[in-house]
């Protein structure tokens, strides 16, 4: 990069987890892990499953994900009791002056004054911008923290286990186009239906916040897009998408809607984020941080398997258009985070997901519009502007 525009750089301590993968070649399915990114046109669609993504296995995951003890499942989950909270390090953060322990100032991510990134260690050498350097632990630490390198200031801090599933569905189609009513609206009924979904999540309380997003714009790709942030320490990722999967064809089975869909769920990581204070702890509520005029702008992209290389994704700040948005959206839309979700598969094809809040783009669409054909033109992934409708 010919200018360094991210003073600060976080990355989350390693988990410190094992547990034995399970054999389940047996229970392994040949079809591909993502599912249809468009809507299917022309004949009618298949009544079964054929439009969704297949169920996942624990070897679908990489390996070892975090320690589960126990894992619940997600559709009428049952209150159990948050477990008991480990201590965790105290975070210091010296912006590269060297002070002994008594002296250090505690900062937390809520305390922090300036632009930053924060990119898990497990992905620092993949998602680390090209041309930063990397910074290295000092040799007389055991690697528990990190120097200052350049104009470099890092801090490190706990490792919140969290993981990200995304639901992404396209438009409805009426199975027999000849016997639809024209009094039916039928992104109205999948919306209702989508935010019945999203309240059995709230009820059933495994996932840690999520939220309905809406397009903005008319005959979009995606019209709603659901997202859930999973604590891995307590809910097991792997359940809660299948079951997810479950409850979403049995709320949209053709047989009763007299409609179809393509539905894409997948589990992702957020493997890099670019975040303006005021900074949020990782996994708050989004209700807790929205305001009545927040909106978000969505990118969407899929790879073939083994086109994700190092290369590719150390340049993810110019493929997904994330710099564009950073150095160019109107500071009238408030830019509050900027993150890259990367799907966790270790096979099929690899799909990345880039999300951009900002605090005032309901406020004033135009100024974040005016950048969408900027983005668009390099024909890379899908954007669109989406409205939170529920959230928890």
């Not at 210091?92 to 937390?108: H, K, L, M, T």
């Not at 919140?160 to 189609?173: D, F, R, Y």
């Not at 880039?354 to 983005?375: H, Q, R, T």
């Amino acid at each position: 990069m010919e200018e360094h525009h991210y003073r600060t750089h976080l990355f989350f301590s390693p988990p410190r987890c094992s547990y034995a993968q399970e054999d389940q070649d047996g229970l392994l399915t040949p079809e591909p892990r993502c599912g249809p990114m468009t809507g299917v046109g022309g004949e009618p669609m298949p009544m079964q499953s054929s439009i969704i993504s297949p169920a996942m296995t624990e070897s679908d995951l990489p390996q070892p994900l975090v320690v589960r003890s126990p894992s619940v499942s997600l559709m009428r989950w049952p209150n159990t009791p948050s477990p008991t909270k480990t201590p965790t390090r105290q975070v210091s953060f010296n912006y590269g002056r060297e002070c002994n322990n008594n002296n250090e100032v505690a900062r937390s991510l809520s305390g922090l004054d300036r632009d930053c990134f924060i990119i898990p260690v497990h992905s620092l050498d993949r998602f680390l911008p090209a041309g930063v350097p990397m910074p290295k632990p000092p040799a007389n630490n055991n690697g528990n923290s990190l120097d200052r390198k350049g104009n470099l200031h890092v801090m490190e801090v706990p490792d919140p286990k969290l993981c990200v599933l995304c639901h992404l569905m396209s438009p409805l189609e009426a199975i027999d186009p000849v016997l639809e009513s024209p009094l039916v609206q039928p992104i109205f009924k999948q919306r209702v239906t989508a935010g019945e979904l999203v309240n059995e999540v709230a009820q059933a309380r495994t996932a840690v916040t999520g939220m309905l997003l809406a397009n903005m714009e008319r005959n979009a790709e995606f019209p709603f897009i659901t997202y859930y942030v999973i604590n891995t320490s307590q809910t097991n990722p792997v359940m809660f998408y299948n079951n997810l999967r479950t409850a979403s064809l049995t709320k949209f089975d053709p047989r009763v809607t007299k409609y179809t869909a393509a539905h894409t769920l997948d589990l992702y990581s957020e493997v890099a984020a670019i975040c303006r204070p005021p900074i949020h702890e990782i996994g708050m509520s989004l209700t807790k941080t929205h305001t009545n005029s927040t909106g978000y702008m969505v990118s969407v992209y899929k790879v073939f398997e083994g086109d994700d290389r190092e290369i590719f994704e150390r340049n993810w700040l110019y493929w997904t258009g994330a710099r564009m948005i950073y150095r160019y959206l109107p500071a009238q839309a408030g830019l509050r985070k900027i993150s890259l979700h990367k799907s966790l598969s270790p096979k099929g094809d690899k799909m990345y997901i880039l999300l951009c809040e900002c605090s005032n783009l309901l406020s004033d669409v135009g100024c974040c519009a005016l950048i969408l054909p900027a983005l668009r033109a390099r024909l890379t992934g899908y954007t669109g502007i989406f409205r939170p409708l529920q959230t928890f």
